[in-house]
């Protein structure tokens, strides 16, 4: 999948690490193994450190879970990014 928003408490997706199980036990049960998180960055909200780093805790969250329970589920980190220009 190319899009999904699986990081556990970044954006408007996953609220928390239970949901993001959920989610990974739906796309194991449909054969999907590989996906792309793709976090929304709005330039005009956040910094970009601050995202980053929430990103990668994030990340090692899910990293975690998946090394644990030796799920055989990958996951990409990418980011769609939102700059609102001022004039």
Same mark, same amino acid.
């Given at each position: 999948?190319?899009?999904?928003?699986?990081?556990?408490?970044?954006?408007?997706?996953?609220?928390?690490?239970? @949901?993001?199980?959920?989610?990974? $036990? *739906?796309? +194991?049960?449909?054969?999907?193994? !590989?996906?792309?998180?793709?976090? =929304? %960055?709005?330039?005009?909200?956040?910094?970009?450190?601050?995202?980053? @780093?929430?990103?990668?805790?994030? $990340? *090692?969250? +899910?990293?975690?879970?998946?090394? !644990?329970?030796?799920?055989?589920? =990958? %996951?990409?980190?990418?980011?769609?990014?939102?700059?609102?220009?001022?004039?």
């Amino acid at each position: 999948d190319f899009h999904t928003h699986i990081l556990p408490g970044l954006d408007h997706g996953s609220k928390s690490i239970e @949901e993001t199980k959920a989610q990974i $036990s *739906l796309f +194991l049960k449909h054969d999907v193994r !590989e996906v792309i998180c793709t976090s =929304h %960055f709005y330039g005009h909200v956040h910094r970009i450190d601050d995202f980053l @780093e929430r990103r990668e805790k994030s $990340s *090692l969250v +899910l990293e975690n879970y998946i090394k !644990e329970n030796k799920l055989d589920f =990958h %996951f990409h980190q990418d980011s769609n990014y939102n700059y609102k220009h001022i004039l």
